[in-house]
């Protein structure tokens, strides 16, 4: 090497000697050195300039600094301060020309970055959409609320399932495997086949679709299986992941296979197929993890939830469809009930309910409700009374304002209304001037009534009442031939009773059964009820209406002839009849005489004995007409009041 | 435990599939698939006093339509160049692709594996040519992968030529 420092050099020769040699010394030093005198000019030429050449500097600058550097680091801090200020420099004049430099290398890091974390974005995204409005989704809003992470990271903590299965740590170039770890569950197959294979399948895809040397496959997915692939220079670490993993798993992938790497840079340059310096490598194992909901424990719970719900859904519709079809069933009858109109219907506050128009004289609706079987508490009516124009509902008022007798019909023809039937003279009277009153009647004809009137009763009460009927000695069968008489008197009875319905009276007849004088008390009693009870029970299977009768026995207490005589002890053993007649409001309605009319025998608090025959009178009939002669008061007797009237009340 | 990745190179046809098939599992069928891409087979042998886990990447013929893809031969530490000693081009395109590979990953350790030992009598290859080869440094095995006559030798041979480096 030359040497670049003269005043170093011990060979020093002074500049003013060379000037002072003359020509033959030149040309004897030409003789010497000859062919050396342009290195010797060389040499002088360097000893001129004492000062460093910088020639000569750039050639072994280079040289120089890799060899400072290699003992220590001098160099890199001598350097520090001038790189930032030239690279503060050169961005001051121009930014633009570093912006040139560095695109080409940020570029590609910050795409990546970039995708990772719009990917990771998507993931919260998909995963707040998935479970934002599920109960459970409510949940875990409570739980970000409460720990003031996001809802999305919340979500994807708890509904991602996944569990890593195996991790390989690969030698890029080979494909062999440095290090494997599974986890216990997991099925693994030989993984130095696999690595093999995946290796072969990165190379194989790159070959196929192109892309540059650092594009690689970093995921494979397989029905619930992925393979995650993160690579650097010299390893690859691809993990086998069963389920949804986080996308931050790539992170700790990520940071996991750095970590090896700088550990293992120079082992992983050399590899020569021996991987015992990777086997005690821990930091992969760390890698496999797993997350799994809870969901089995609560399955069962669930399912018995589910199936209570169900059923109490079942339940509700059973029993709501129901209530709706009698609901429709109701409204289908009042609709098609004459005097009825439906004008509103619904359903308020789990009740149904009906507005409408209702004629007082239609059917009730709660009867027509109970018919469909609606409970009356799940509906509410609200009727606005009306007069319905219908002929039926005309008639109907006609009838409940005039209060025809039974035998009474009408008929409307041109708004005149015509009565046809018979009637009682009085009836004829007022109904001619009610019917006046009557809306949408302008006249009211009578012609077709047949009038009736108290005297034609009076003839068929002294047909009765003049009837006897004879015995036997102790007989309580009535003697023969008397069937005609039988038959007689009870078409009287009948025609009477027709007649008294007419005019809105009612008739009660007195069988009293009679004995003669002679034998005991008790037995002419007996003998002259069983009498009675015999002609009571004649008419009843003749079709008189048993209701009409009361029947007493007599005895002998009320002869009807002084007994001077067998003819007059025949004539006494008889049955008498006693008719009267009353207004029918008077009477108590519906009460059949089976239970109390014939009950006079069983009156517990009264002796059979006391019945007397003769007793009865009636106030409205004239006292001459009582055959029997017994002119009672019209004021009741005391004695027929203990006998009958806790029965019947006055007669 | 030492592992090496080894490729098995040839023309179509060859025999590699059966050369693995043999050496791994000692089996062999006379029906040709043809490879498709790389199949990965493994065997553990002994050489010396170590045992070494041989990863055997089987790749696919080549021929004239297909190229082996260099990138298979990343990172291995030996290969076979099998040849069909009845085609005289297979070890034509033995040395095309000796070649190739020398120029992706390097010199690595490699052997001459001349196959379908069991019917010499059809070869085109004649037996000057393999000494030749052998005189000219090579290190050729005769090989057949149907009786499996030279298959162990031929892995093993390869083996300790790896581990000697």
Sequence with gaps: MKNLFARKSPENVPEDHLTQTDDSLNELRKLLVGSLQSQVEEIQELLKNQGIHPEEVSKILPEAIMIRSSRDNQILRAMEPITEEAIKTSIERD????VDVFVPVMLPAIKKAITSLIREMIQTFSATLEHGLSMRGLKWRFEAFKTKKPFGEVALLHSLIYQVEQIFLIHKDSGLVLQHVASDEAVTQDPDMVSGMLTAIQDFVRDSFGGGKDDSLENLQFGDRSVWIEQTSQAVVAAVVWGNAPEEFRSILRETLDAIHFKHIDTLRSFDGDTAPFEAEERLSDCLKSQFKSKEKNSFLLWVLLTVLIVCIGYWSFFFIRDHIRWKDCVERLHNEPGIVITETGRKSGRYYIFG????????????????????????FNWELYHSSHPIFIIRRIRSILRPPETVTFELKNSILHARGTASYEWVVDAEKLAETIPGISGFRSDDIVVIDLKAIETSKEQIEKTLFFFDKVSAKIRSGQEDTVRELVRHIQETDHLAQILDKDIRIEITGHTDSTGSNE?????????????????????????????????????????????????????????????????????????????DKTSPDLPSGQNKAGDKASSDLPSGQNKAGDNASPDLPSERSRSEGAEFGPL | MIKKKICMLGAFSVGKTSLVQQFVKSIFSDKYLTTVGVKIDKKTVTAGDRDVELLLWDIYGEDEFQKVKTSYLRGAAGYFLIIDGTRGDTLETAFKLRDRTEGAIGEVPFILVFNKADIEDEWEIDGKTLEDLSGDGFTVVRTSAKTGMGVEEAFLSLTQKMLEG
């Design chain 1, 95 to 98: 930014p633009r020309v570093l």
């Design chain 1, 357 to 380: 128009l209702r004629d007082p004289l239609s059917e009730n609706p709660g009867e027509i409700l109970e018919k469909t079987k609606l409970e009356p508490e799940k509906m509410r």
């Design chain 1, 523 to 599: 037995k002419n009693l007996e003998i002259s009820q069983k009498r009675a009870e015999e002609l009571f029970s004649i008419f009843v299977s003749q079709g008189v209406r048993p209701e009409l009768f009361t029947v007493t026995g007599a005895g002998s207490s009320a002869l009807l002839r002084e007994e001077n005589s067998e003819a007059d002890r025949e004539f006494n053993r008889c049955v008498s009849f006693k008719m009267t007649l009353k207004d029918k409001e008077s009477r108590p309605v519906g009460r059949p005489l089976e239970e109390n009319g014939v009950g």
